[in-house]
């Protein structure tokens, strides 16, 4: 699911559109590890932005960086123009929703959510007012006197966003968020994050190694591998033109038929794939990778698979293979097809009623439009 702004626009491919955040050239080093490499990149006022890559990849120390949690080697950080290094993390126009909520065992969710505002010695009234209206936002009115362990997973991330929010940010630092929940409640709750995050039109930044999350909740995505952005766009470009192999493997399941180049034009081009048994044609003009070897990615939804005697069966990029194996998976299946030179390919069917069984020989296809190239 891609999500727009309600206004159709995309500020990013505005080009007199100012970025809100801008990250440039930031590197931060711990006793010779590099963990954030000379990293850039423009966020704009109202998106959810994530930040999605493995363990260890640089995510996390990121977003400290933004929280003033952590200070980088080099490089800059502004917000609206302001240069947050200057700054402590108190001082700065960013608020931060933790991976373990962090609240107040001992205060009631009320409580929980003025505490920052009484912290800045706001009225009591001002207080009550703005936590009255953090609790509708939240859908959480009626559980303004309970204490935290009285509450749902669900509940106490809610009181999180609540107290994060309370003191309007420009910009929401998220860490994990939804981690803590289980896989119903943390597909619901995407969607009610995505919704608060429209109504308060603040700016979401979110660190997540979830790729179906960041996928389901992002204006756009900053994947990142060994400290470095190795690719930045929206979920459906992320997804469908990875630029690497890295981000072809890491979104999502794909499969891979490598070798040259043999033919290229503005119709599209052709790859000579051994273990597809032939040439495979992609709609795409590779003239650039002329000589080059290249992988071409194709997600295991946008191949067909019909029985081996089907012969109205149509493709631009056939072959003839083997089931050799089948996971059940409710609304779907996915099926590994052996070809004869060995090669596994994944495919993805509907669950529409049309069964194929181990070890039956089948005829599997994409089209031209289904494959992208991707430079070894």
Sequence with gaps: MDVLRDDGLQPWAEKKVAP???????????????????????????????????????????LRMLAGFEFPDRGAITVDGLDLLKLQPYERPLNMMFQNYALFPHMTVAKNIAFGLRNEGLGPDEVEKRVKKSLELVQLSTFSERKP??????????????????????????????????????????????????????????????????????????VMDKGRVVQVGEPREIYEYPRSRFVATFIGSINLLEGPVIDFGADGSRVECAQWGGPVQVAQDLAALASHHVAIGVRPEKIRLARADDSAFAADNIAEGVVKEIAYLGDSMLYRVQLPGGLLVKVAAQNLGVWFAADEPVRIGFDASAGVAIDK
């Design 149 to 222: 362990n009285q509450l749902s997973g669900g509940q106490r991330q809610r009181v999180a966003l609540a107290r994060a929010l309370i003191k309007r940010p420009s910009v929401l630092l998220l860490d994990e968020p939804l981690s803590a929940l289980d896989k119903k409640l943390r597909e619901a709750t995407q969607f009610e994050l995505i919704n608060i995050q429209k109504q308060v039109g603040v700016t979401f930044i979110m660190v997540t190694h979830d790729q179906d999350e960041a996928m389901a909740m992002s204006t756009r995505i900053a």
């Design 20 to 62: 809100q955040l801008r990250i440039s050239n930031v590197v931060k080093t711990f006793d010779g590890f590099t963990a954030v490499d000379d990293v850039s990149l423009d966020i704009y006022r109202g998106e959810f932005f994530s930040l999605l890559g493995g363990s260890g990849c640089g995510k996390t120390t990121l």
